[in-house]
């Protein structure tokens, strides 16, 4: 595990290569599928955890001692919402056991929702600011 009284990691690959070989296979994996699902986003570092962003957040992975963590918590599929239940934390974040099989086809579909709320706001961010009048 990185070591929490360093800075923060320069890059998703310096965060990655902190961890034992088979957390960073899964890392590896989900970053990959991240990048296949949102090819728009853009990697960085936020909260001293792996994120991407397309504009504003799109999804934080991080790995811990017994789970690889997903943020932020999904809304708006209630049949995701009801199979990502088994993996819920306290705060509706997203708990994979690393001593279970990581289920990342729902890892992908958490990030294709995700993608369609942050790029739906966006554009109703942008249609808001063409209908603000020009003031004089």
């Known amino acids: 595990m990185p070591d929490p009284t360093a800075g923060p990691p320069a890059s998703i690959d310096d965060y990655i290569a902190g961890f034992a070989p088979e957390v960073q ?45 997903l943020y932020p918590p999904v809304r708006g599929d209630a049949a995701l919402e009801a ?24 890892i992908e579909r958490v990030v294709r929702l995700r993608r369609e709320k942050v790029l739906a706001a966006a554009a109703g961010k942008a249609a808001a600011r063409k209908r603000k009048p020009v003031r004089a």
């Open 83 to 106: 199979e990502l239940a088994p993996y819920a934390g306290e705060k509706g974040n997203l708990r994979f056991p690393l001593d279970r099989p990581i289920p990342y086809a729902l």
């Open 25 to 69: 296979a899964h890392l590896q994996k989900i970053r990959q599928l991240i990048a296949a699902t949102a090819p728009e986003a853009e990697e960085a570092i936020s909260y001293r955890m792996p994120a991407f962003r397309i504009g504003a957040v799109l999804v934080y992975f991080a790995a811990f001692k017994q789970h690889i963590g």
